[in-house]
């Protein structure tokens, strides 16, 4: 019977048959809980379901894992999982994948083994350090060709990906450090520097100062106190350039889409959306890799002057982002409000699905991002950048709501 139900069509059955399957812990049923988080729709409730059937899931998400056809965010939940379900039986599925090409992946491996308080005995230490010297050798090309081109405003969108991409070379060594150095002093020093607390950041650097090797503790206070491309590099004795073309070669995701951007090819779609989606204030704070992730959920509109978009009362599960165009918040036939370019309207449906509480209707032809409820909740779950603009927003609105109830009341009052 619930074999049934885990391919009904309705995705509310499905998931609900998903939380179920965990606590039986059968094999059939955990296959099908992976085969569910291959969609986003049933993402987050098959993987509550394998993390549910504890061991029993764990050869399950080995071979989730090794699948190259998987998809990325599966497979990144798929490692989150396993840190997750914890004991020596996930630590040794998750050692078997420190290593491999994916960014993301590994970054979610190291992070997995780290929940499970991993720490290297002698036999891998040797592999650890091989994985250690990798990363670091990663981390100062970033530096090199960061101070080629830091200083070129023409390439300023492809520095500010090699500088988010130099604060997530951060975290897989603090990761592999705590493997074989002391792991609470390690993550605690993480912690700090993740967190940019200026307080604390004096004693965080005087802990790498002290427990580092030689080897690698110049990189990691170079990346710990966030230092330029230029100043990197004289540190780390870096005389050697690297040119974005060939940083290009290697990288992966928004540098990637950035530097191939720069080498003089017809801009990406993608980096036009990220453009578009940083200028607007609801995403002011999001990082620019988590914007590309979120352009790929992002769907584009184009509405003809006189359509009506959301009209009142209707239930909504959709924002809109105004590209170009202009559009009427009427109440009825009355115009109570226009809006223009990169205005947002509809932002609290993503995340409450309540009626419309007035109509909009474009004036002019009106090109519009929408983004829907449903996808938008698995981004905020895989990624904290964007979880944290959300959050930021719906402060910024309840402040503004505060205040102007305030001042309603001041003038009332006179």
Same mark, same amino acid.
């Given at each position: 019977?619930?074999?049934? @139900?885990?391919?009904?069509?309705?995705?509310?059955?499905?998931?609900?048959?998903?939380?179920?399957?965990?606590?039986?812990?059968?094999?059939?049923?955990? *296959?099908?809980?992976?085969?569910?988080?291959?969609?986003?729709?049933? =993402?987050?409730?098959?993987?509550?379901?394998?993390?549910?059937?504890?061991?029993?899931?764990?050869?399950?998400?080995?071979?989730?894992?090794?699948?190259?056809?998987?998809?990325?965010?599966? /497979?990144?939940? @798929?490692?989150?999982? +396993?840190? #997750?379900?914890?004991?020596?039986?996930?630590?040794?599925?998750?050692?078997?994948?420190?290593?491999?090409?994916? *960014?993301?992946?590994?970054?979610?491996?190291?992070?997995?083994?780290?929940?499970?308080?991993?720490?290297?005995?002698?036999?891998?230490?040797?592999?650890?350090?091989?994985?250690?010297?990798?990363?670091?050798?990663?981390?100062?090309?970033?530096?090199?060709?960061? /101070?080629?081109?830091?200083?070129?405003?023409?390439?300023?969108?492809?520095?500010?990906?090699?500088?988010?991409?130099?604060?997530?070379?951060?975290?897989?060594?603090?990761?592999?450090?705590?493997?074989?150095?002391?792991?609470?002093?390690?993550? #605690?020093?993480?912690?700090?520097?993740?967190?940019?607390?200026?307080?604390?950041?004096?004693?965080?650097?005087?802990?790498?100062?002290?427990?580092?090797?030689?080897?690698?503790?110049?990189?990691?206070?170079?990346?710990?106190?966030?230092?330029?491309?230029?100043?990197? +590099?004289?540190?780390?004795?870096?005389?050697?350039?690297?040119?974005?073309?060939?940083? !290009?070669?290697?990288?992966?995701?928004?540098?990637?889409? +950035?530097?191939?951007?720069?080498?003089? *090819?017809?801009?990406?779609?993608?980096?036009?959306?990220?453009?578009?989606?940083?200028?607007? #204030?609801?995403?002011?704070?999001?990082?620019?890799?988590?914007? !590309? $992730?979120?352009?790929?959920?992002?769907?584009?509109?184009?509405?003809?002057?006189?359509?009506?978009?959301?009209?009142?009362?209707?239930? &909504?599960?959709?924002?809109?982002?105004?590209?170009?165009?202009?559009?009427?918040?009427?109440?009825?036939?009355?115009?109570? *409000?226009?809006?223009?370019?990169?205005?947002?309207? &509809? $932002?609290?449906?993503?995340?409450?699905?309540?009626?419309?509480?007035?109509?909009?209707?474009?004036?002019?032809?009106?090109?519009?991002?929408?983004?829907?409820?449903?996808?938008?909740?698995?981004?905020?779950?895989? +990624?904290?950048?964007?979880?944290?603009?959300?959050?930021?927003?719906?402060?910024?609105?309840? /402040? !503004? /709501?505060?205040?102007?109830?305030? $001042?309603? &009341? =001041?003038?009332?009052?006179?």
């Amino acid at each position: 019977m619930l074999k049934k @139900l885990l391919s009904d069509p309705e995705v509310a059955i499905r998931k609900e048959a998903l939380l179920a399957t965990g606590k039986l812990a059968s094999p059939t049923l955990l *296959n099908s809980a992976l085969e569910a988080l291959r969609h986003p729709s049933t =993402r987050d409730a098959a993987a509550k379901a394998l993390q549910e059937g504890g061991d029993a899931s764990l050869p399950i998400i080995e071979r989730g894992l090794v699948d190259m056809s998987f998809p990325k965010a599966g /497979r990144v939940k @798929l490692a989150r999982v +396993c840190g #997750n379900i914890r004991g020596e039986a996930a630590i040794q599925v998750l050692l078997k994948f420190i290593s491999v090409l994916e *960014n993301d992946l590994r970054g979610a491996v190291l992070a997995a083994l780290s929940e499970c308080e991993f720490q290297a005995e002698k036999k891998l230490d040797g592999e650890i350090q091989a994985q250690i010297k990798k990363e670091a050798d990663d981390a100062r090309r970033l530096y090199s060709a960061l /101070r080629e081109i830091e200083s070129d405003e023409q390439k300023n969108l492809a520095a500010g990906a090699i500088r988010i991409e130099l604060k997530h070379a951060r975290e897989p060594l603090f990761h592999l450090l705590s493997f074989v150095i002391d792991r609470k002093s390690m993550m #605690n020093v993480r912690r700090i520097v993740t967190q940019k607390n200026k307080a604390k950041l004096p004693y965080a650097i005087e802990t790498l100062d002290t427990m580092l090797p030689r080897d690698v503790k110049p990189l990691m206070l170079a990346l710990a106190e966030e230092v330029n491309g230029a100043e990197a +590099c004289k540190r780390l004795g870096i005389t050697e350039p690297v040119m974005l073309t060939q940083l !290009a070669e290697r990288a992966q995701g928004w540098l990637k889409i +950035c530097a191939t951007a720069e080498k003089g *090819n017809e801009m990406h779609s993608t980096v036009e959306k990220v453009l578009i989606l940083r200028s607007v #204030n609801l995403f002011k704070a999001t990082p620019d890799d988590a914007l !590309a $992730e979120l352009s790929e959920i992002i769907s584009e509109v184009d509405v003809p002057a006189g359509t009506d978009i959301v009209k009142k009362g209707e239930q &909504g599960s959709s924002m809109f982002i105004i590209v170009n165009g202009k559009v009427a918040v009427m109440d009825g036939e009355r115009v109570v *409000n226009t809006l223009g370019e990169r205005a947002v309207f &509809g $932002e609290l449906a993503l995340l409450d699905t309540e009626p419309r509480s007035a109509t909009i209707r474009a004036m002019e032809d009106t090109l519009l991002f929408r983004l829907d409820q449903e996808p938008f909740y698995e981004l905020m779950s895989d +990624c904290v950048e964007v979880a944290m603009g959300t959050i930021q927003m719906l402060a910024g609105n309840l /402040r !503004a /709501r505060v205040r102007e109830v305030m $001042e309603l &009341g =001041r003038s009332s009052g006179q």
